[in-house]
């Protein structure tokens, strides 16, 4: 199989199925299947949700970030305009990086991270050191969650976000 086919049949899956699994099948990291509703935390951790968007007609970016706690309740909250990005990947790892600070200085150690960047989420929960261009912001997220007192790092669909994308396109 090809690159451009591997990819194709990696955005066919992502298509259909919602948050990130570590099954292997034919050599891909397969996408398991999640429910559209939102999900609560535990009732000892977090929900922290991110997300980022790209202004490039006015050289910018937005940054959102929402933790909420397991009923549901929004405990804290963020907006920022970010930087000028050359990529959404770009803009969502400088999001991802914000809101984890923004978290552990709002004193919340036990964080559910969710985003809906898939590549980003990979990179971020990847064991292996990243070596991209972005593999700088990468280690500083690795190193802001070994810091945490627990963790768990989750993909959801672009719809399952949406306060969060919702506020930082304004």
């Not at 919602?18 to 977090?46: D, I």
């Not at 006015?58 to 050359?86: D, F, L, Q, T, W």
């Not at 803009?91 to 919340?108: H, S, V």
Request: hydrophobic share 40%; glycine share 6%.
């Amino acid at each position: 199989m090809d690159n451009r086919s591997t990819v194709e049949v990696q955005n066919q899956l992502f298509m259909h199925f919602g948050s990130v699994s570590l099954h292997r099948m034919y050599g891909l990291e397969v996408l398991k299947n999640s429910r559209e509703a939102w999900e609560p935390p535990l009732e000892s951790a977090f929900k922290l949700n991110f997300d980022a968007a790209v202004f490039s007609k006015v050289n910018r970016s937005g940054v959102e970030a929402i933790i909420c706690n397991y009923k549901g309740e929004i405990m804290v909250a963020m907006s920022a305009r970010g930087p000028v990005v050359h990529s959404s990947e770009e803009g969502e790892l400088l999001a991802c990086r914000k809101a984890i600070k923004f978290g552990i200085d709002a004193g919340f150690s036990r964080l559910v991270i969710e985003g809906d960047n898939v590549n980003v989420i990979k990179a971020i929960s990847s064991q292996a050191a990243n070596l991209s261009l972005l593999g700088n912001v990468v280690e500083d997220i690795k190193h802001l969650i070994r810091g945490l007192q627990w963790v768990s790092i989750s993909h959801i669909r672009r719809s399952r976000n949406k306060v969060t994308h919702v506020s930082a396109t304004r």
